[in-house]
């Protein structure tokens, strides 16, 4: 989306095309004439376009059962996002993104007017250049719909974790479990202890989440939740989605699940 509007930034309006709603697709169309890896990047887009819109028209339980492999060798399931930004989407898939923007920038007299971000000596080939770190990245196991999960309730949560983690060691409640510890024996082997692990789901389970990303996080936040209450040890993180930031607190006692019956 970001990549979309510095390519839309001041784009001339013969290079978006005069009746063409979708801006993007008319200027990787025309860069596509002059620039074979452009070229090759919009025939891909029509496949996966046409192969949306034979789904879409294709009876529902019809589908034929498919191995899973590249996003080019088999019918892919698109979310509408993906679908809007199909066109810097591919391209990025197909690590060629770079390549384009880069001969977008040196060629911008072409496609932009003079005060257009990529028309600047210095801000175009800047973004160019932020752009080879992605597209050196393998987009191999991409997330769609029915792949996302919502955050599970807070009791939720907690009932799963005191069941993990019953038959976890008692002593020292008080104090918070290590996440993730893991007993190397003299077989070579290693084991993790169940009270650990549980703990660590839980802790994933919560604040981890395909939807979101994780900005920061701090333990030992204190929170008094009323005056006459002593202030609250807790877990604070920081989440960003594609709407807004999410600000969460958990205290350290249900994190470890030696809340019991208090409230």
């Given at each position: 989306?970001?990549?979309?509007?510095?390519?839309?930034?001041?784009?001339?309006?013969?290079?978006?095309?005069?009746?063409?709603?979708?801006?993007?697709?008319?200027?990787?169309?025309?860069?596509?004439?002059?620039?074979?890896?452009?070229?090759?990047?919009?025939?891909?887009?029509?496949?996966?376009?046409?192969?949306?819109?034979?789904?879409?028209?294709?009876?529902?339980?019809?589908?034929?059962?498919?191995?899973?492999?590249?996003?080019?060798?088999?019918?892919?399931?698109?979310?509408?996002?993906?679908?809007?930004?199909?066109?810097?989407?591919?391209?990025?898939?197909?690590?060629?993104?770079?390549?384009?923007?880069?001969?977008?920038?040196?060629?911008?007299?072409?496609?932009?007017?003079?005060?257009?971000?990529?028309?600047?000596?210095?801000?175009?080939?800047?973004l160019a250049s932020l752009l080879v770190g992605p597209c050196a990245?393998?987009?191999?196991?991409?997330?769609?719909?029915?792949?996302?999960?919502?955050?599970?309730?807070?009791?939720?949560?907690?009932?799963?974790?005191?069941?993990?983690?019953?038959?976890?060691?008692?002593?020292?409640?008080?104090?918070?479990?290590?996440?993730?510890?893991?007993?190397?024996?003299?077989?070579?082997?290693?084991?993790?202890?169940?009270?650990?692990?549980?703990?660590?789901?839980?802790?994933?389970s919560l604040h981890q989440n395909s939807r979101t990303h994780l900005?920061?996080?701090?333990?030992?936040?204190?929170?008094?939740?009323?005056?006459?209450?002593?202030?609250?040890?807790?877990?604070?993180?920081?989440?960003?989605?594609?709407?807004?930031?999410?600000?969460?607190?958990?205290?350290?006692?249900?994190?470890?699940?030696?809340?019991?019956?208090?409230?």
């Amino acid at each position: 989306g970001v990549v979309e509007v510095c390519l839309l930034h001041m784009l001339k309006r013969r290079a978006a095309g005069f009746l063409r709603t979708d801006k993007v697709a008319a200027l990787f169309t025309k860069v596509g004439k002059t620039c074979p890896i452009a070229g090759d990047v919009c025939k891909k887009v029509q496949e996966l376009q046409q192969q949306v819109e034979s789904r879409k028209n294709q009876p529902s339980g019809q589908e034929p059962l498919k191995r899973q492999g590249s996003t080019t060798s088999k019918t892919p399931v698109l979310t509408p996002q993906a679908i809007k930004h199909i066109w810097v989407r591919t391209a990025l898939i197909e690590k060629v993104l770079d390549k384009i923007v880069q001969y977008i920038v040196d060629n911008c007299s072409k496609y932009y007017e003079k005060e257009a971000l990529l028309a600047d000596p210095v801000c175009g080939p800047i973004l160019a250049s932020l752009l080879v770190g992605p597209c050196a990245l393998e987009y191999t196991k991409l997330k769609t719909a029915d792949h996302y999960w919502t955050d599970p309730s807070a009791d939720e949560l907690v009932q799963r974790h005191r069941i993990q983690g019953v038959h976890g060691r008692q002593d020292s409640p008080s104090k918070r479990p290590a996440l993730g510890i893991r007993k190397r024996h003299s077989s070579g082997s290693t084991s993790e202890d169940p009270f650990a692990a549980s703990a660590r789901e839980y802790v994933e389970s919560l604040h981890q989440n395909s939807r979101t990303h994780l900005l920061y996080g701090k333990n030992n936040v204190l929170v008094q939740p009323k005056d006459d209450l002593e202030a609250i040890p807790g877990y604070l993180s920081l989440h960003q989605s594609a709407d807004n930031l999410t600000l969460k607190w958990t205290p350290n006692q249900l994190m470890n699940g030696t809340l019991g019956d208090s409230e």
